[in-house]
């Protein structure tokens, strides 16, 4: 199956002004874990099992649990890839670890799985090549691979790129209705239009497009959009770590920083095990919210989700959560109620000028975090950046520690933060990004 290109453009290429990024090498949760390049066997020992529902629906002779959890098996995960000239290590990543993905989400997990890939560049006169290409769903791990095969780093022109034609694109492919939906986004630019520095489109893209009504949209349709920032690249923008993080909030994703290609298949794997884990949980979500509202009409839906938490923390409701370094915003509460990119930008340029002055901005983000310690995924007190005893190992599984021995990964050199996935009781954030899921697809 072929891609298609949303413009296919002769003439030069653009040159990328992106100062490169380089590989470097994360030892997964131990010094003697497994590198993510090899190839996962399909029943890892010390995995921690998915997370069930609690109560009437985690008994497996009822028929509605029987149904939810063959609805709960399809995954429909995409990954919209910058493949302009600095995102060479992420790419070649997603190409060396695309089997040992699927193993483990098909194969290990039981996951009905399809692929699907969006690449995109930026616009003329920008960029020469394509703005978009997208590849067809599969399920085929091998047409995958040609999919993948087909991507390359080159191009890019001015800093920002075309991240709303990407999320328009990614809107666009055909989920399944029924399927839990999961973007997977990695990008090391932010959109045109945010107020960056030098800026070929200041305004926003020149076809129209805007990420932030395509982030609504995408959230309305049930995706969840799991932003990669690549480091340090993305912190050497202004704005660029406060959009990605805004785009896991809009759709209930998550957003995740990474500093090394070697981890990008262990958050991929992660997060989709993580949301498939959730998704479990809505039919026992949308009964105890009902319940919740018939009780206590006036409660407002901070409370609720407080109250549903603390509810399923009593009952024992545990479910698998990612952990890693997360991205941080400087610039969220600004964000949160703009409808566009132009209002974005405003909120911005609001934010800088009222920052006091000799204030350190979001440009010096990853210098700052090198000071302090790494914000994780989640705010599980069980999570550790190392795993020092076979005790700690059954209870906290490296997505990479699933995989058979084989020669170490070449894009593996030295060490960085380690990226896990630990069953726990369910936090207050998996339930209000649940909640919040289920509010935007309407069943709430």
Request: contains cysteine; aromatic residues 6%; negative net charge.
């Amino acid at each position: 199956m072929g891609a298609s290109e949303s413009s296919r453009r002769d003439g030069n290429r653009g040159r990328s002004t992106h100062s490169p990024t380089t590989a470097v090498g994360v030892p997964v949760a131990s010094a003697t874990a497994a590198t993510v390049s090899e190839v996962a066997t399909p029943t890892p020992p010390s995995c921690p099992q998915a997370a069930t529902p609690s109560g009437p629906m985690g008994d497996p002779s009822k028929d509605s649990t029987a149904t939810l959890l063959a609805e709960s098996s399809k995954l429909d995960l995409v990954f919209t890839m910058d493949c302009t000239g600095s995102m060479g290590s992420y790419i070649a990543n997603a190409k060396q670890n695309i089997e040992l993905i699927v193993r483990r989400l098909a194969d290990a997990e039981g996951y009905d799985l399809r692929f699907g890939l969006v690449a995109y560049r930026d616009h003329p006169p920008q960029d020469r090549t394509f703005i978009t290409k997208t590849f067809p769903f599969t399920a085929d791990v091998s047409q995958m691979r040609r999919n993948l095969n087909e991507l390359r780093a080159d191009g890019g022109g001015d800093g920002p790129e075309a991240v709303g034609a990407a999320l328009r694109a990614t809107r666009t492919v055909p989920w399944r209705h029924d399927a839990t939906k999961i973007c997977v986004l990695i990008a090391d630019a932010p959109p045109h239009g945010l107020g960056e520095s030098g800026d070929g489109f200041p305004d926003g893209e020149p076809d129209g497009s805007d990420p932030i009504a395509e982030l609504d949209q995408l959230s309305a349709l049930g995706v969840a959009l799991y932003a990669v920032g690549c480091q340090p690249a993305l912190s050497r923008y202004k704005f660029a770590t406060d959009f990605f993080v805004m785009c896991a909030e809009r759709t209930n994703g998550q957003a995740v920083s990474l500093s090394s290609a070697a981890a990008l298949a262990d958050v991929i794997m992660g997060g989709a095990i993580e949301e498939m884990d959730l998704t479990k949980l809505t039919n026992e979500l949308e009964r105890d919210v009902q319940q919740m509202r018939l009780a206590q009409p006036a409660l407002d839906e901070e409370e609720l989700v407080k109250q549903v938490h603390g509810m399923w923390k009593a009952k024992g409701v545990r479910s698998r959560s990612v952990k890693c370094e997360a991205l941080s915003a400087e610039y969220g509460a600004a964000l949160r109620e703009a409808a566009s990119i132009q209002g974005a930008k405003a909120s911005f340029e609001a934010a800088e000028a009222s920052r006091p002055r000799g204030a350190m901005g979001s440009k010096y983000a990853s210098s700052a975090a090198s000071l302090a310690p790494a914000r994780t995924l989640s705010s599980s007190k069980t999570f550790k950046k190392k795993i020092s005893s076979s005790k700690a190992a059954a209870a906290h599984w490296s997505v990479s520690e699933a995989t058979g021995p084989s020669a170490p990964s070449p894009m593996i050199e030295e060490s960085a933060a380690p990226v896990e996935i630990a069953m726990d009781d369910i936090s207050y954030e998996q339930v209000s990004r649940l909640y919040g899921k289920c509010r935007k697809t309407g069943k709430l």
